[in-house]
């Protein structure tokens, strides 16, 4: 799966109206200067007639962050039918509309706050259906990092323009295929997971590339995507190493150049090339 000219299916939010503003400051000189600055505003998401949250958001992609910020809180079940998004942006909200009930009081009332930027929020129980969950054994190739290494960091996006932002891209083997970006890298995610549930994405020969840090809220939501490996730049924490062990998740982090650390599923890396890209 790939675009028609080999590139992104989605690229990076550059050059769209809206998403940054120009600022006049001083530099350390005294000297005036403008830079771009990201906007942030905020997206309430309705499942139905229910509220469920507010979230920041830069804006871009309202749908898919509904409907992957639902599907990665179990509030949008396997087979459930969604019958429509409706976007206002006037207003600020979304609203999912499914063919069911929604009735998710108990689980909105246990919330926790994530450490992910711009505060995620998790409902409910968030080790719930990780118990008996096995990803599917994928193979990972050092090859396909080094590309997507390459080509992710050279990639013209609203980090490089304006910085205060994460990343975070679907890829298949060595291709890039979706990158998303937002103030918090959970939403970044979840606008992938809403983007593979619109278009009846296979996730389990898939590579889900992250700017941000590989926590605990980062490796349960690439489980339950069922995407068997997570990638970084950035370091680990130890519960989301100890989850990723858990479920049999590659996790890959401090990815610079050549160089990363593999904390889970060593015996799914295929050392194809080595680090001076010999093979």
């Known amino acids: 799966m790939q675009s028609e000219d ?48 507010t979230a920041m958001t830069i804006g871009d992609h309202p749908d898919y962050l509904a409907l992957g910020f639902l ?9 459930e039918t969604v019958r429509g998004v409706d976007y206002d942006e006037e207003t600020g909200t979304v609203v999912v509309r499914t063919d069911g009930t929604t009735v998710h009081e108990e689980k909105l009332q246990k919330k926790t706050r994530t450490s992910g930027c711009a505060v995620g929020t998790v409902f409910g129980d968030m080790m719930e259906g990780l118990e008996a969950l096995t990803l599917p ?35 298949h083997r060595d291709q890039p295929l979706v990158y998303m970006e937002d103030v918090g890298r959970h939403n970044a995610v979840d606008k992938v997971a809403g983007w593979m549930f619109s278009h009846s994405v296979a996730p389990e020969d898939k590579i889900l590339y992250t700017t941000g840090r590989l926590t605990s809220e980062m490796v349960i ?17 130890a519960w989301g190493v100890d989850i990723a062990r858990q479920v049999g998740l590659t996790l890959i982090g401090r990815m610079r150049g050549e160089r990363f650390v593999c904390l889970s599923g060593e015996e799914r890396l295929i050392r194809d090339v080595t680090h001076e890209g010999a093979a």
């Not at 179990?74 to 087979?79: A, E």
């Not at 590309?147 to 975070?168: D, F, Q």
């Not at 939501?221 to 924490?237: W, Y």
């Open 137 to 171: 054994p994928a193979e990972l190739r050092v090859s396909w990092l080094y590309t997507l290494a390459k080509v992710i960091n050279t990639t013209p996006s609203l980090y490089l323009e304006a910085g205060a932002i994460h990343g975070t891209v679907l890829c």
């Open 71 to 79: 599907r990665n809180q179990r509030m949008l079940r396997d087979g």
């Open 221 to 237: 939501k690439c489980a339950q995507m069922g995407i068997p490996a997570l990638v970084s730049r950035s370091g680990f924490t």
């Open 6 to 53: 080999g590139g992104y299916l989605i690229p990076p939010p550059t050059g769209v109206p809206g998403l940054t503003r120009q600022v006049t400051g001083r530099d350390h000189t005294g000297a005036e200067v403008e830079i771009a600055v990201i906007e942030e505003r905020p997206l309430t998401i309705y499942l139905n007639r229910q509220e469920i949250v």
